[in-house]
C-alpha cells in the first residue's frame, strides 16, 4: 500500500487533525530547539565572563603593588613642584625663590618677568620665567649650580651670553617652573 492509498482512506477530518497534530509537534520542537539554543549561548557568554573575571582578579595583586608604586612616585614628583592657590602666588614664589639664587651668588638682576603657558590638561602647568641679569662667568655657572641642586624644578629652556666689558657679561634666561594648584575639596 502506497502513502497516497493509505491518504486516501483517511477522511479530510482525521488527514487534518494529524496534519496539525504533526504541525504542532514540530513547532514545539523548533521553540524547545531555540530555548535550549539561546540557555547554551548564555551559559557560554557567563562562563566566558566568569574566565575574565578569574584573569582579573589574578592580575589584582600585581595591578594594586604597581599602582602603591606609581603614588610613591608621584608623591616624590610632587616635592619638586611649586605649589599654591593661584597662579600669582606660585609665580610669586618662583620668582622669590630665582631672585635669592641670584643674589646669593653676586649676580644683578636687571628684571624677572614671569610669562604663564598653558599646560596641557591633567598635567604639571608651567610658567616660564625671563631674567636678565649682569655679573660674570664664574657667578653664572654658581648660579646654574646652585638652582640645579635646589628641590624645585627648573628648566633652563634658552640663554644668550653678551659680553658687556671686559669682565662684566649680560646674560639673558628663559625657565621654565613647573607646578600644581592646591586641590581644593
Do not use: C, H, W
Not at 520542537?29 to 566568569?50: A, C, Q
Not at 624677572?112 to 596641557?120: D, F, I, M, S
Amino acid at each position: 500500500m502506497s502513502m497516497f492509498e493509505f491518504l486516501n482512506r483517511l477522511d479530510r477530518k482525521k488527514l487534518l487533525i494529524i496534519v496539525g497534530v504533526v504541525l504542532l509537534i514540530l513547532n514545539v520542537g523548533r521553540l524547545g530547539r531555540n530555548y535550549y539554543t539561546s540557555r547554551k549561548e548564555e551559559v557560554s557568554s557567563r562562563i566566558n565572563l566568569l574566565n575574565q573575571y578569574k584573569r582579573d582578579v589574578a592580575r589584582l595583586p600585581g595591578l594594586k603593588k604597581r599602582v602603591r608604586q606609581l603614588e610613591r612616585e608621584n608623591q616624590q614628583l610632587e616635592k619638586f613642584f611649586f605649589t599654591g592657590s593661584s597662579e600669582e602666588e606660585i609665580s610669586s614664589a618662583m620668582q622669590i625663590e630665582l631672585q635669592k639664587k641670584v643674589s646669593s651668588v653676586g649676580l644683578e638682576p636687571e628684571s624677572v618677568r614671569p610669562v604663564k603657558k598653558a599646560g596641557k590638561p591633567g598635567s604639571a602647568e608651567e610658567i616660564v620665567i625671563k631674567l636678565r641679569l649682569n655679573g660674570n662667568i664664574d657667578q653664572f655657572v654658581d648660579f646654574l649650580t646652585d638652582l640645579y641642586g635646589t628641590k624645585k624644578l627648573f628648566k633652563l629652556e634658552s640663554f644668550t651670553i653678551k659680553p658687556v666689558k671686559a669682565d662684566k657679561l649680560k646674560i639673558f634666561l628663559e625657565f621654565k617652573g613647573f607646578y600644581r594648584l592646591d586641590r581644593q575639596s
